[in-house]
T-cell receptor, first 115, second 116 residues
């Protein structure tokens, strides 16, 4: 069974704090993704990683960084949280392209509130 | 450019009614995948189906069916005999290999409410 877990379901932080969102997958997938979801905007890609220590910017990387030290773990970092980063954050993982594992599977999401 | 449009923002139906969720996509790529995901109130995005651009066969899975028509760039989703548990936000998504398959382009979602 596919399993993507995220460290917290709900998180409340203050403006200026450094925030870490953790994502772990147990499917040995090469690719991992971070999205944010906002009402009326759908899901937008922040960053993705196609291998350990490799990353690429998505559509809205400003204000975020990522870390992938191990294949199964992909972290999203808010260096200095701001109120406009209040959102639902979703992590996903995917196997290699071109085979049946190229579907993205999502974690349960972390609802982050920045006060 | 890739784009997915779900024109229906919200739909309400009475239990046991059939309902169709519309999805229209745009891409210039010849090889692409289309997806449907369900997001129940718990928040997790649940994968429902993947379709590649070379397979226009319709698919049925229990009460769910999907109609893929390349001629109209549509990939519509029908729930037959809806149930309260079908209440969720449904997203259609597209990934196109030539222009960056790592990008999964989502529509803005359709919120389905099934009234008992």
């Amino acid at each position: 069974d596919v399993k993507v877990t995220q460290s917290s379901r709900y998180l409340v932080k203050r403006t200026g704090e450094k925030v870490f969102l953790e994502c772990v997958q147990d499917m040995d997938h090469e690719n991992m993704f971070w999205y944010r979801q906002d009402p009326g905007l759908g899901l937008r890609l922040i960053y993705f990683s196609y291998d350990v220590k490799m990353k690429e910017k998505g559509d809205i990387p400003e204000g975020y960084s990522v870390s992938r030290e191990k294949k199964e773990r992909f972290s999203l970092i808010l260096e200095s949280a701001s109120t406009n980063q209040t959102s639902m954050y979703l992590c996903a993982s995917r196997g290699q392209l071109g085979v049946s594992t190229d579907t993205q599977y999502f974690g349960p999401g972390t609802r982050l509130t920045v006060l | 450019a890739q784009k997915v449009t779900q024109a229906q923002t919200e739909i309400s139906v009475v239990e046991k009614e059939d309902v169709t969720l519309d999805c229209v996509y745009e891409t210039r790529d010849t090889t692409y995948y289309l997806f449907w995901y369900k997001q129940p109130p718990s928040g997790e995005l649940v994968f429902l189906i993947r379709r590649n651009s070379f397979d226009e066969q319709n698919e049925i899975s229990g009460r769910y069916s999907w109609n893929f028509q390349k001629s109209t760039s549509s990939f519509n989703f029908t729930i037959t005999a809806s149930q309260v548990v079908d209440s969720a936000v449904y997203f259609c998504a597209l990934s196109a290999y030539q222009t960056g398959a790592n990008n999964l382009f989502f529509g803005t979602g359709t919120r389905l409410t099934v009234i008992p």
